[in-house]
């Protein structure tokens, strides 16, 4: 029994720590996308980005922080990364291609600004 509420408790944090707030979903007619926005807790943008009919990540999504600092900026089709993926962490942006969701080349890079904020 004991083992039982201890896993319902750490299910629990689990799912609050990652919950976020709301989330809007709305198809774009002329694209034939599903829009997304997640949204931190706080109320901050979490991600962005687009689905396609099949509900496949399809398009440009991007990551925010709590603070709405970028974190990730990239490019889905039909579900799989693809093309170049850009990676923002203390003051560095990692440039990242993927082909097929298979990463084939790493850049790092020192950004002069630091980490790009959402506005």
Do not use: P
Not at 4 to 17: E, K, Y
Not at 57 to 86: C, D, I, P, R
Not at 90 to 118: L, Y
């Amino acid at each position: 029994m004991k083992k039982l509420i201890l896993t319902l408790a750490l299910t629990l944090v689990f799912t609050a720590a990652f919950a976020q707030k709301e989330k809007e979903l709305k198809l774009n007619e002329e694209t034939n996308l599903i829009e997304a926005t997640y949204y931190h807790m706080n109320g901050v943008i979490s991600q962005e980005g687009t689905f396609n009919l099949e509900r496949k990540l399809h398009g440009e999504w991007m990551s925010y922080n709590e603070e709405g600092e970028k974190l990730a900026q990239g490019t889905y089709e039909g579900g799989v990364k693809s093309g170049k993926w850009f990676f923002w962490d203390n003051g560095m942006m990692k440039e990242v291609e993927f082909n097929d969701n298979a990463i084939t080349s790493v850049i790092h890079k020192e950004s002069a600004k630091g980490i790009t904020k959402n506005k």
